[in-house]
């Protein structure tokens, strides 16, 4: 089966501008989650997707920061308008609902890189 | 709170053990986990261990958690170059994944 997809790999972009992360997850995983690590620190929560339905966004840092999964498939991350402490690496993750180690398969990351 | 602390190096030799420590704070976590992330790729899930064990091991893999002292350790034995990489301790709340800063393993020949 395929794994969790994250386009693009890398982006760089001027601070104040947009972008716009996808992640594609295993296909039939209910869950969809993503997660960043600023500069080298911690990985941290942003949100949790149920099929289409935010099931928590504790952990989105603000309100630039827009979160959609139409359809309960593929998932999009917009940052707009960007800020330098936008930096790092936002990892996307996907899991079926029932596991209970909460298993969870992580895309490769897309690195971002605000100038 | 929810808190969950590693050292950020750890550097071996070629065939030594390695052993990467970390610390959490929340004594409700179900499960707590190593993921591993090697240059360029995404986290890999190396193994994970449910609260009520002591012990897990899995191959050159073995666990250990101390839940009175919130300590959990990963000891990888015969580390090779391959082991090279950043490992990520989490622990699981409330679905999410609360992580460490990451150790960063060196692995020298």
């Known amino acids: 089966e395929a794994g969790v997809t994250q386009f693009p790999s890398h982006s760089v972009i001027e601070k104040g501008q947009t972008v716009t992360l996808r992640c594609d997850p295993i296909s039939g995983h209910d869950n969809l989650y993503w997660y960043r690590r600023v500069m080298g620190k911690e990985i941290k929560f942003l949100l949790h997707f149920v099929k289409e339905s935010k099931q928590d966004e504790s952990g989105m840092p603000n309100n630039r920061f827009l979160a959609e999964r139409t359809g309960g498939t593929y998932s999009t991350l917009k940052v707009q308008p960007a800020e330098l402490e936008d930096s790092g690496v936002y990892f996307c993750a996907s899991s079926h609902t029932g596991q209970g180690y909460y298993g969870y398969t992580f895309g490769s990351g897309t690195r971002l890189t605000v100038v | 709170g929810e808190d969950v602390e590693q050292s950020l190096f750890l550097s071996v030799r070629e065939g030594d053990s390695s052993v990467i420590n970390c610390t959490y704070t929340d004594s409700s976590s179900t499960y707590l986990y190593w993921y591993k992330q090697e240059p360029g790729a995404g986290l890999q899930l190396l193994t994970y261990?449910?609260?009520?064990?002591d012990m897990k091991q899995d191959q050159r893999l073995t666990v250990l958690l101390n839940k009175k002292d919130k300590h959990l350790s990963l000891r990888i034995a015969d580390t090779q170059t391959g082991d090279s990489a950043i490992y990520f301790c989490?622990?699981?709340?409330?679905?999410?994944?609360?992580f460490g800063q990451g150790t960063e393993l060196s692995v020298k020949p």
């Open positions: 989490a622990e699981s709340i409330e679905g999410k994944l609360i």
């Open positions: 261990i449910f609260s009520n064990m």
